[in-house]
């Protein structure tokens, strides 16, 4: 069942919430600005929403030392915010991709705490979900990740677990349209970090990489200059942008600890649940990617 072209995000938003009240094992207390982005994510396709929907939050469920003690005051994330910047950056005119920043602050690699970093990343990543100024359009999402700082003894610390877990749930789940990915300021030790991540990654994800050298400015062919921090050439403020997010964080942090929307209950499973939920996610396809 498609969503017409003519039908609103918030219309197939309120088909997928009355379509949770037949699933009462699943959260129903869901953002309302969250359907709708499942809405987007799928281009309308309401069946596949609820397959990335129940695909999602099964993952969640099934690993609690991610997706569970989120509250983004908690120290263990306080110190990763502080240590790593991720920060989504604002919309520029005149382009419809979202970016978002990722890099070291402080680099050493006894601070860097794996299962911590990807915790706090789906944090960031699901305020973006329930953020108004963060406009559904045909744009896609694209992450830059800086590897400066980066060392190999970063990447002892890896767990390859969590970040299965990781590459699971963002190519497979995740309701956003990727677009692109790019990876600058390349260390001289990156086939390495292929060897590990590439196992885990699908194929037309791993189209979607470029990779920049130290000095380069590739970069520039594919982002606008503009919508990059200024220390990159653009005109966004590394500080300002974090500084912003930081306050919004604060904020979401009752969405955030209230387990009711984000837990799956198996106890108010039924048989007819079962056979559905088992339908829907036997035919789970690779979801569109612009």
Known sequence: MGIEKATSWEEGAAALKEWLTTQPHLPQNIHPLLLQRYIHSTKGDLEYAKKIFIHGFTIRQKNPHIFANRDPLEPKVQQVLQAIDMVPLPSIEGC?????????????????????????FFIIADSRLVQPDIPMNNGGDIPIFDMTGFTLRHLTKVILSTLRV??????????????AIHVINCTTFLDRVMYIVKPFMKKQVANMLHFHLPNSETLYEHVPKDALPDEYGGKQTIAKQKAEWFKRLESLRDYFTDESRWKI?????????????????GSLRKLEID
């Open 265 to 281: 209950d198996e106890s108010r499973k039924t048989n007819n649940n079962n056979n559905n939920n088992n339908d829907l996610c």
């Open 166 to 179: 990781y590459m699971k749930f963002t190519q497979e789940a995740h309701p956003v349209r990727l677009k």
């Open 96 to 120: 419809e991709d979202k970016f978002v920043f990722y890099r070291l602050v402080d680099c050493d690699p006894d601070k860097f705490h794996f299962n911590d970093v990807i915790r706090t």
